[in-house]
């Protein structure tokens, strides 16, 4: 430790990518710039007919028709825009380490209380089962129990959930040890006792010890698992467990989850020495239930409510002075991320500075070459990077830890938080089971509908109210007092969830999040208007490239639409092989497209994986982002569509987590989204077949319109191939998760109708 007046070492390190790689990327990145000004200069020029008689030729073709070119410009002003966008992300990724050892040699005995705070909502879209082993995992960080609280929260207020709830607590007295004695990592169960095969003989005693032990603690979970599953599929909970348990009362005056009174139950508490111990006597966590309360005429603000309702609840019980928000699905992978955080928090010199430290989404299960990018890999291992190195990450929502003076709108100030006021204000004394009650009836008002009423509640204080991403604005507003956050992204994931495994669901979320997005946008937030001066430019460009998704969707639909149309009435649109203007537009897809892959690759994917990631790229952008942006402009006009937030489901039928295993894709329905991208599949099919034929039966002769139009011939062309899945889900399928037969007629009508329209159309050559 240092000696006082000194500069300790620091508890974390941030690297900076490597001059040589820097170097490269950016001089790449400038010419691949300049192959987009040279677009932008071709489009315009030709445009307005100031090329100077290089190409007269071209002109033998007949006119250029306005309309088409003047998209086609404000289409490539717009991609090559938010290029530059993106480049935020790229140009200086910083890395982060910590050194733990450190935080234990200075502040062992004076660490801060941290409060975790666990989000479910719907126990038949987040089984209780999958909803234990997070509460599980994060009850056993490496970390002073005594100073750990575990609250969930449940806005479906089921019975079910408290009583798995109940079981978790029975269970947790053996486990919490058990990962202890034995190191365990992963701390889920699930991830150790899920179709585990005992060894039967061994050589060493100690690992005879060890065998015992983990039989007898797979006996009580699979025991535990059995109990909590009978209850799932029954809904009920046994009745001897029910009249055993005072808690479930609070269900007797509950009428739906929609309308019921508060729900509170601590369930462990650091400070109740007799209920409280493990079966080794040790110390347990605290461990509250809270469905806050729900009444029909209240709105309740979905999971930033929740998130509110437990920042005022957790202040009255343990006030940890770290928050911890995970969602249901995510299992702490790592018993160390706690200390990490506090690494950032706690350091001497940059640490008062900092509101939040974000870890990553990983996930398990994703199958080899990731049909629907779940993995968002290059998000996680470079583009998060660099928006830290741009002056903060953003908020996601989950695996994030809080200062919880900040996210209750502390204003930004520059001075050192003296260290020592991390200790725990609140006295030692323990507490006995009245005085919990008591706690209990005096947190109740803080989850009730009205508190919030008169407060700066879901605007200054706690998560924003009224955003489809309320966790993006809310560190966006953080960030606009002038905090700063990091990013950590260890080597070992600090937490694993479960993938969405249908198409449907993804572009659902996709829709969810690019709606928020635009919200954004258009709030007082606004990074790119009302952000000047409070986030720095590379921040204020970080947040742009996210708040800019639903209108992106309407250039890339021009570009999924127009060309191809444009084919069938031969007009090119693309320079000719033989002009020079060919040549930046081969740079710009060539080197585009090959560096999207060495960093898809570089970050551990696969040639397939990055080619589905590309189909997913497409879909999301022109349906999820699409019908977000009519969505939300219809909003701004006054005319809402209820749209509601659908939860996307964590639990898939057999069948179709076969399809998942073997990456066949899975639609299994109808839905607006996909008649929009079935339209667009066959609507490319028939405009690639047309110029097909015009090129076979064609007097120019076929090289003669392949070397006039090859771009755009190649752009349908991949389009087509991009969507193969979609034909086979329309016409070639059998199986339950294929498209329906109204969609492949109504894609069809549509298409073709598109076509026909299109070529009986004057205004256009
Ligand atoms: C999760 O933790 C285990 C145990 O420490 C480790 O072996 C595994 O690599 C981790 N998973 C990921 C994706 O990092």
């Given at each position: 430790m240092a000696k006082k007046g000194e500069i300790p070492y620091p508890m974390f390190e941030t690297r900076r990518a490597t001059g040589g790689w820097l170097i490269t990327y950016r001089l790449f990145s400038i010419s691949l710039f300049i192959g987009i000004f040279s677009i932008w200069l071709y489009r315009f020029s030709h445009l307005f007919n100031i090329h100077g008689g290089v190409e007269e030729e071209e002109d033998d073709d007949g006119e250029k028709s306005w309309v088409v070119w003047v998209g086609s410009l404000a289409a490539e002003l717009f991609f090559g825009l938010y290029w530059l966008l993106t480049q935020a992300l790229r140009w200086n990724p910083v890395f982060r380490q910590t050194f733990k050892h450190r935080l234990s040699q200075r502040y062992e005995h004076s660490l801060p209380g941290v409060d975790v705070f666990v989000c479910t909502a719907d126990p038949d879209k987040e089984p209780p089962m999958m909803v234990m082993n997070t509460v599980l995992s994060v009850m056993a960080y490496d970390y002073p129990s005594d100073k750990l609280s575990v609250y969930l929260s449940d806005d479906a207020a089921s019975e079910i959930t408290f009583y798995a709830l109940l079981e978790t607590r029975s269970f947790a007295k053996k486990w919490l040890p058990f990962c202890k004695r034995f190191h365990m990592e992963p701390r889920s169960p699930s991830a150790h006792l899920d179709g585990l095969c005992l060894p039967?003989?061994?050589?060493?005693d100690d690992d005879s010890i060890w065998i015992q032990e983990l039989a007898a603690i797979k006996k009580l979970y699979d025991d535990m698992e059995r109990r909590i599953e009978d209850a799932t599929k029954s809904g009920q909970v046994p009745r001897d467990v029910r009249s055993m348990h005072k808690g479930f009362s609070q269900w007797d005056a509950y009428s739906s989850r929609r309308d019921h009174d508060t729900i509170l139950k601590i369930l462990l508490h650091t400070k109740d020495s007799l209920n409280s111990k493990d079966a080794d006597g040790s110390v347990m966590p605290t461990l509250v239930y809270l469905a806050r309360e729900k009444r029909s005429q209240y709105h309740h603000h979905f999971k930033a409510g929740a998130m509110n309702s437990l920042i005022r609840v957790s202040s009255k019980i343990s006030n940890g002075k770290i928050i911890l928000n995970v969602d249901c699905?995510?299992?702490?992978?790592?018993?160390?991320s706690v200390r990490d955080a506090l690494c950032f928090f706690m350091?001497?010199?940059?640490?008062?500075?900092?509101a939040f430290v974000q870890f990553p989404q990983n996930f398990v299960g994703v199958t080899k070459n990731d049909l629907y990018a779940n993995h968002v890999q290059v998000f996680n291992k470079l583009e998060a990077h660099g928006s830290d190195g741009c002056g903060g990450s953003l908020?996601?929502?989950?695996g994030s830890f809080h200062r919880r003076d900040i996210l209750c709108g502390r204003k930004f100030s520059d001075?050192?938080?003296?260290?020592?006021?991390?200790?725990?204000?609140?006295?030692?004394q323990l507490i006995m089971e009245e005085s919990l009650q008591k706690q209990e009836q005096e947190s109740k008002p803080l989850a009730s509908c009205t508190y919030e009423q008169n407060t700066l509640w879901g605007s200054e204080r706690g998560l924003i109210y009224g955003c489809a991403v309320e966790d993006v604005m809310t560190g966006l507003s953080i960030h606009s007092k002038g905090w700063r956050s990091v990013y950590c992204n260890p080597e070992r994931k600090a937490f694993l969830g479960a993938p969405l495994t249908t198409l449907g669901q993804v572009l659902v979320q996709q829709k969810r999040w690019a709606e928020g997005d635009f919200q954004i946008l258009v709030s007082k937030y606004s990074p790119p208007w009302h952000a000047y001066g409070k986030l720095s430019v590379g921040l204020q460009m970080v947040y742009c490239n996210y708040c800019f998704w639903a209108p992106k969707s309407l250039p890339i639909l021009y570009y999924c639409i127009v060309p191809s149309l444009c084919l069938l009435k031969g007009i090119p649109l693309f320079p000719k092989i033989s002009s020079p203007w060919f040549i930046p537009f081969a740079y710009v897809i060539l080197a585009g497209n090959t560096s999207s892959l060495v960093e898809f690759l570089s970050c551990g994917g696969t040639v397939q994986g990055w080619w589905n990631e590309q189909r997913m790229w497409l879909y999301k952008r022109t349906s999820s982002f699409f019908f977000a942006f009519v969505e939300s402009i219809l909003k701004l006009l006054?005319?809402?569509?209820?749209?509601g937030f659908a939860i996307t489901t964590k639990v898939a039928e057999q069948d179709a987590s076969q399809r998942y295993e073997k990456e066949i894709m899975e639609f299994g329905g109808s839905s607006p989204m996909f008649t929009l991208l079935a339209t667009l599949a066959m609507l490319n099919l028939f405009c690639f077949l047309g110029v097909s034929m015009d090129a076979l039966i064609s007097e120019d002769g076929f090289i003669r319109v392949l070397e006039k139009m090859i771009l755009q011939i190649m752009l349908c062309g991949v389009l087509v191939l991009i969507n193969v899945p979609i034909y086979e889900g329309l016409f070639f399928r059998k199986d339950k998760g294929g498209l329906p037969t109204s969609v492949a007629i109504k894609s069809t009508i549509f298409a073709s109708s598109a076509c026909v329209l299109f070529k009986g159309m004057n205004f256009i050559t």
């Open positions: 039967t003989s061994s050589d060493h699905d995510m299992a702490s992978n790592s018993s160390e350091d001497e010199e940059k640490g008062h500075e900092i908020y996601i929502g989950t001075q050192h938080n003296a260290i020592n006021d991390w200790n725990n204000d609140d006295d030692d006054g005319f809402p569509l209820a749209s």
